[in-house]
């Protein structure tokens, strides 16, 4: 045989000289076999769809099938336990809180920090972030729910006079199917944009336009909190300069209520917190029932009042969270989908308005606890949500008569320490008034 034949054909030499076994020919040059047709195949004219693919596509849609079967258990759980209690912590007085500011009953922000959490968890590619209610959205909804459910709306009238009292409970549930329809309608929103690749639109979004909006936005939350603190009645606004439309009457309410209360921090300290509200008339979060309610169906007819909103809180809820999550993915070296992120977020507000959720996004607060007390994965956060399951089905209770004077000690701690220590130290003060109402 020739030497250009040999070198072509290097075994050739040795097949020559002795008679190869079948596993030795095997080894030396395996033999190719047809791919056998799958249910998944299609005619070459229409395309082909491989298995492969379609478990790409699954991996892609379901995050969790890819990073769960090789989570690190040894060296991860410890840390992501530590941290989702942590989380779920902070979850509690942000839940009730938030609920506040989107104008809905309190309980509705812990059905909003379980229902989306846990959905993220399977459907989320940060590794990192804590969704659940924010600040910034919940002001968003507020404005909606003041604007087309204001309390003059359910005014009954008192029997015998001509005075007319408030019915709670009638606007609590019209606001809640109006909040709930419009979560649904964010989730469409954002579920379309993320099957249509839209992702890239935050890029448009450039950071001195987020940290702006969110800017304003605190000094909107901190404005609308204050008749909270200060236990007043404040007559809603919306529209335009609304901020700034308060009467001097309501100003002078406001400052005499702030003595007050500066008043009753000097004089009961903390041994008489759980009888602020019978003792001194201080406002509470009210009542908060256990267990949970079955899904119920959007009203369809509030779809075109509310389907500008929607879309602006989609789009500005998706920001905070892909900004957040880009920071974070970053130093921990890995990447998050954007168009997954903007899926994920769709179906935890779709599927949460069902159960009496109002929009979720990112916080920056509960997420930089996240991460700095050890999570390292979003077995954090389905911990988190595991602490609001028990709250909400056990011990949600002991919560309703939790002063709003908690926002005051919090806003001061944290301003005056740092988000670690201020957090520290909120959490003792509201968890000192539980015991002390379990006790007394």
């Known amino acids: 045989m020739e030497q250009s034949e040999l070198r072509r054909r290097p ?63 040894r060296d991860w759980l ?12 902070m979850h509690l007085p942000q839940g009730l809180a938030y609920a506040l500011l989107a104008g809905v009953p309190p309980v509705t922000g812990l059905y909003s920090s379980f229902y989306p959490v846990f959905l993220y968890f399977l459907f989320g590619t940060s590794r990192h972030i804590s969704v659940g209610p924010f600040a910034v959205i919940s002001v968003m909804i507020g404005s909606v729910t003041g604007s087309l459910m204001p309390d003059s709306n359910f ?54 336009l987020v940290r702006g909006y969110t800017t304003a936005a605190a000094v909107q939350v901190l404005v609308s909190q204050l008749k909270y603190v ?24 406001v400052v005499s209520g702030g003595l007050h209360m500066s008043a009753i921090i000097v004089s009961t300290g903390i041994s008489y917190g759980a009888g602020l509200k019978a ?6 979060v009210g009542d908060i029932p256990s ?38 993915a970053l130093k921990h070296g890995y990447k998050v989908n954007s168009n997954q992120e903007l899926i994920a977020l769709g179906i935890c507000n779709f599927v949460g308005g069902f159960f009496q ?45 939790l002063p709003k004077l908690i926002w005051l000690v919090t806003f001061v701690a944290t301003l005056l320490l740092n988000l670690d220590m201020g957090l520290g130290v909120s959490v003792a003060f509201a968890l000192l008034t539980v015991i002390f109402r379990t006790q007394m």
Do not use: H
């Open 155 to 208: 005014m009954d009238p008192v029997n015998g006079t001509n005075e007319t009292v408030l019915n709670e409970a009638r606007r609590d549930s019209a606001r809640v199917e109006l909040v709930a329809t419009l979560t649904i309608l964010v989730g469409v929103f954002q579920m379309a944009l993320g099957m249509l690749q839209f992702g890239f639109v935050v890029t448009y979004l450039s950071e001195p």
């Open 357 to 401: 959720c109002f929009s979720i996004s990112c916080s920056m607060s509960r997420t930089l606890v996240q991460e700095t007390t050890g999570g390292n994965s979003q077995v954090a956060g389905v911990i988190a949500s595991l602490v609001i399951l028990v709250t909400i089905l056990k011990i949600g209770q002991l919560f309703q008569d």
């Open 279 to 284: 003792k001194f008339g201080i406002s509470v």
């Open 78 to 89: 410890l840390g992501d336990i530590v941290s989702g209690f942590s989380v779920g912590i």
């Open 11 to 73: 075994w050739a030499s040795q097949a020559d000289s002795e008679v190869l076994s079948e596993a030795e020919l095997e080894e030396i040059a395996p033999r190719t076999r047809a791919p056998r047709p799958s249910l998944c195949s299609k005619s070459p004219e229409r395309g082909k769809c491989s298995c492969a693919a379609a478990k790409s596509l699954l991996f892609r849609f379901l995050p969790i099938l890819s990073w769960l079967p090789r989570y690190p258990v």
């Open 291 to 328: 267990g949970m309610k079955p899904p119920v169906a959007p009203n369809v007819s509030y779809f075109g009042q509310v389907v500008g909103n929607a879309f602006a809180i989609a789009v500005v809820g998706y920001a905070i969270c892909i900004s957040l999550g880009k920071i974070f």
């Open 230 to 253: 200060f236990g007043v009645e404040v007559a809603e606004q919306s529209g335009p300069l609304s901020m700034f439309a308060v009467s001097r009457a309501q100003l002078g309410q």
